[in-house]
């Protein structure tokens, strides 16, 4: 996260602390004064302090030396009070005899949604007041604005509603003193009102991150000239950024990144901003427009411009700016090759973002920095991959691009010399997919032992998994989709103990499924095996593991029954809590990955990413599987697509199939099921996708809504009758009587049953999101910056998980 607001209040709090000990120490013949001491044991009776942090404040003993207490050496008075942490209670007014109280910090406490006493605007020496996510709510009393010492305000992370009041209400003579003012998180609307702004002269950090605020920066801003830091990180400012902004000569650090500004950016927004160091502005629609031979007058550590407009060259004065380190121009309309100084420039990076753009030509950067970031993602790059210096790379994303050739000189010859075969704490991610490589994957994958992520998929490599693999043990996701690997899969893949991730299918691996998968892949929430060769009973071992969420072993040659312990995958039968190894999140540093997955149900391919966490999955079609299905099977309710189609199965549908209440997407085509339909198919009610053509199914088609809503087709070439077949079904074909009212029986417990309606609103959610997943992920790999996508997805997401 960009966030250098929280490295300020570090510091701050570190400052405050040391100032503390310091005072105190010195201290040590001093006793405080009385009417002090009375004032604070008051106001402790009046506080919560459930973890007994104030026992030393007692009848007994110097003030001076308690906890959080900081005095005048010389007269004793108490001059700071840093209470932050796990307080509650009320706040008594017995403060207002602490007369020199210039620090009061009460940050990190829950005061429950009460207001900000008012009698603090009547501590006259305040000039440090920290309030920040301490569950105040409501109003900020004017009297905070007779402060007329305070330099320093935080109200962050509370609760509060219109900027434009907060901000009259601290109009008063605290508008000239103040310097720092911090109302991050705080749910306020409304526009920064353009008169009051400029009178805050004396600003020289104002940090609104994380509201709502709404309309255009006022052009007041320009007057407030001692700034240093504008953080109006993740709000919802629009129109176009006022020129005033380029006479913040001090300004160090502009963060206006995710709003809704749009407009041209001039060489004038700049024009005296001589002290910028950090520009971040991702995530608005921005169009940069100086002139070609502009020299700006900063020079920069960040710039963050992603989703700018640019194009179609990058800024020629970028190559100047010889400190900047944290380069970000991701989706910002570049094309055409990079100019011939970027790659010697960027050895300097160690954060390069330029997905998403149009850029063609060789490997274009050169990566010196270790655990640095580089996403050169969905571009048009080609040629091979050069050696790189060491290994040690945070993130390398290469994917969605044209390299070509193989990947052994990358992966095993070092420029900077043999890699240093450390461990350290640092993971990484090497991400290759959807490139035009090929050859094997090289055996020296003991040099890149940190690797986290690997995905290799949608290329042309060819020959096995290098033994190798096996260094890889901190390696969470792997990715072989769609190339032409085959092979067993060698027996080092067991070291590999923290796979969460594992897609190795459209290849041609071949053998039987080894048994070790259940012992040493406790983690695993998601395994495709499909479209290879695998043969084989499938071994019950696999039913250890008791996090997957996801099992595909489609298009393969496996044989023998389908293993009754499949009722025991656990995570699909009971709801994961979120902080089980299977939320497909990983992250590194402060990176996250997003994991990804590409699945088949109802028919048609999904990739999921955001709500892979959200999806269960079983698919064991096109095999030579024989048997019954298992009626333990049914034991797996949180399965939403299940696919048995085109094995050899028997006997007939499981009775309780109705169990699974949560099936969108239920195949069972294709084999040789006989008998009739249970009647509890007819409560599937989320399932929009049935297939039970061609086999030996007979009778007469339960009614629900869901059943006969579907096509026919659906239950094609066997002996069924009535809706939706054109067939009317004979007096002969009557169900059993008993066996509907035992159906009608069921339904009723179900409606009783109390589970039953959240599973309703969850399958209802689910099925939303896989209509939803199926409109914005169905669109090719190549033309979409694809992780993108997933912001918009995350936060419709997010609605629906709070509207539930
Ligand atoms: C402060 O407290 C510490 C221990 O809590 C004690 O050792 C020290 O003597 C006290 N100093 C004064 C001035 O009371
Ligand atoms: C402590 O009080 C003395 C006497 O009033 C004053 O001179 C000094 O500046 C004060 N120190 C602090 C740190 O406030
Ligand atoms: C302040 O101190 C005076 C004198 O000890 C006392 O009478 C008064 O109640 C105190 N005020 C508060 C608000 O505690
Ligand atoms: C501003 O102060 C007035 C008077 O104390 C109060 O009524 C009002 O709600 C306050 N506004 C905000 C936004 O706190
Ligand atoms: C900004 O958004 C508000 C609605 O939130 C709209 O009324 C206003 O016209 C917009 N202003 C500009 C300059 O786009
Ligand atoms: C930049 O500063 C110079 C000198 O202080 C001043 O004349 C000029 O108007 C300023 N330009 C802008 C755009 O503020
Ligand atoms: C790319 O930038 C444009 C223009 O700012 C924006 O509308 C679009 O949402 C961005 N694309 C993605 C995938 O974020
Ligand atoms: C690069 O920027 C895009 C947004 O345009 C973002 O989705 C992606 O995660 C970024 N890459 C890295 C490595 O941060
Ligand atoms: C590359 O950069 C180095 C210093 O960073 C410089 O000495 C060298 O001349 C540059 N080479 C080219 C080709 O620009
Ligand atoms: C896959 O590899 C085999 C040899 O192992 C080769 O004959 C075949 O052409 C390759 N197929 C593709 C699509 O590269
Ligand atoms: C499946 O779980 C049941 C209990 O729920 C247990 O008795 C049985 O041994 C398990 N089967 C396997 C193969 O783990
Ligand atoms: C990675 O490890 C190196 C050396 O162990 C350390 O200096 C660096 O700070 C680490 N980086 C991260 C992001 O943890």
């Not at 001059?79 to 009460?106: F, M, Q, R, V, W």
């Not at 179609?312 to 910002?332: A, F, G, K, M, Y």
Request: glycine share 8%; charged share 15%; net charge negative.
């Amino acid at each position: 996260m960009e966030n250098s607001n929280s490295v300020v209040m570090v510091f701050l709090i570190i400052f405050a602390t040391s100032s503390a000990i310091s005072f105190c120490n010195g201290n040590l013949d001093m006793l405080c004064n009385e009417n002090e001491r009375q004032a604070l044991l008051t106001f402790k009776q009046d506080l919560k302090d459930p973890m007994n942090q104030l026992s030393n404040w007692d009848e007994s003993g110097d003030c001076c030396n308690w906890t959080g207490i900081v005095c005048n050496k010389t007269t004793g008075h108490v001059l700071e009070l840093h209470l932050a942490n796990n307080l509650g209670g009320k706040i008594n007014p017995s403060l207002l005899n602490l007369t020199y109280l210039n620090y009061l910090d009460l940050t990190m406490n829950d005061f429950g949604g009460i207001q900000i006493p008012s009698f603090i605007g009547s501590l006259k020496s305040l000039i440090n007041l920290d309030l920040s996510n301490s569950g105040f709510t409501g109003i900020i009393p004017h009297q905070l604005g007779n402060l007329c010492m305070l330099k320093q305000l935080d109200l962050s992370d509370n609760n509060y509603a219109l900027v434009s009041e907060v901000l009259a209400n601290l109009s008063g003579c605290t508008v000239n003193s103040l310097e720092i003012l911090e109302l991050d998180r705080n749910q306020l609307s409304g526009q920064l009102p353009d008169e009051l702004l400029g009178q805050f002269r004396n600003l020289v950090v104002l940090s609104l991150t994380s509201n709502s605020i709404s309309d255009p920066i006022p052009e007041s801003l320009g007057k407030l000239s001692h700034l240093q830091m504008f953080d109006v990180f993740s709000n919802r400012l629009n129109g176009s950024l006022p020129e005033s902004i380029g006479q913040l000569a001090e300004l160090q650090i502009f963060y206006i990144s995710f709003n809704l500004l749009e407009g041209e950016v001039s060489d004038i927004h700049f024009a005296n901003i001589t002290s910028l160091e950090d520009l971040y502005a991702s995530g608005n629609s921005l169009t940069l427009k100086t002139s070609p031979a502009w020299l700006p007058p900063f020079q920069l550590h960040s710039l963050h411009l992603n989703s700018w407009n640019l194009g179609p060259e990058l800024p020629q004065w970028i190559q100047r700016q010889t400190v900047l380190s944290d380069l970000r121009v991701s989706n910002t309309s570049i094309s055409g090759r990079l100019p011939t100084w970027f790659k010697n420039f960027s050895a300097q990076l160690d954060f390069l973002n330029i997905s998403c753009n149009q850029l063609y030509g060789e490997f274009p950067v050169m990566i010196s920095l270790p655990y640095s970031v580089f996403d050169l993602s969905s571009n048009q790059f080609s040629g091979s991959l050069p050696p790189i210096p060491s290994t040690n790379v945070g993130i390398l994303d290469l994917s969605n691009n044209l390299f070509s050739g193989s990947i052994t000189d990358f992966m095993c010859y070092l420029n900077g010399g043999p890699n240093m075969l450390r461990k350290s704490d640092n993971s990484s991610i090497l991400s290759l997919g959807n490139n035009l490589l090929s050859g094997e994957i090289p055996n020296c994958l003991m040099n890149w032992n940190n690797l986290m992520v690997l995905h290799l998929e949608n290329n042309n490599f060819v020959g096995r998994i290098p033994s190798s693999m096996g260094y890889l043990s901190n390696l969470r996701s792997l990715h072989l989709r769609n190339n032409n690997l085959s092979g067993e899969l060698p027996s080092s893949l067991q070291n590999c103990k923290l796979l969460l991730n594992v897609d190795l299918s459209a290849n041609k691996f071949g053998g039987r499924l080894p048994q070790w998968f259940g012992a040493s892949f406790s983690n695993l929430s998601v395994l495709n095996l499909g479209s290879n060769n695998f043969h084989g009973d499938i071994p019950p071992e696999l039913c250890n593991l008791k996090y997957l969420r996801i099992l595909v072993l489609s298009h393969n040659q496996l044989s023998g029954e389908i293993p009754r312990c499949f009722g025991n995958f656990t995570a699909m039968a009971i709801l994961q809590n979120s902080s089980d190894p299977t939320s497909i999140m990983i992250s590194t540093g402060d990176w996250q990955f997003l994991e990804n997955a590409l699945l088949t149900s109802k028919g048609r391919q999904f990739e999921y990413s955001t709500l892979l966490k959200l999806v269960v999955n079983l698919d064991l079609s096109d095999n030579n599987l024989l048997g019954k299905i298992p009626e333990e099977l049914t034991r797996l309710v949180r399965l939403q697509s299940l696919n048995l189609s085109m094995n050899r199965l028997i006997g007939q549908i499981p009775s309780k199939i109705g169990d699974m209440g949560l099936l969108e997407s239920l195949d069972l085509s294709r084999n040789q099921l006989s008998g009739q339909l249970p009647p509890s198919i007819a409560s599937l009610s989320f399932l929009s996708h049935l297939n039970l053509s061609y086999n030996n199914l007979s009778g007469r088609i339960p009614t629900s809504t869901q059943l006969q809503s579907l096509d026919g087709s659906s239950f094609i070439v066997n002996q069924l009758c009535g809706p939706p077949l054109a067939q009317n079904c004979s007096e002969s074909d009557r169900m059993p009587p008993g066996v509907e009212e035992e159906e009608e029986d069921r339904e009723g417990n179900l409606l009783e049953q109390s589970g039953f309606h959240l599973s309703l609103g969850l399958g209802f959610a689910i099925g939303f999101w896989t209509v939803l997943g199926s409109l914005l992920f169905n669109t090719p790999w190549s033309i979409v910056c694809h992780r993108l996508l997933d912001i918009a997805v995350l936060k419709l997401y997010s609605i629906i998980v709070e509207y539930f």
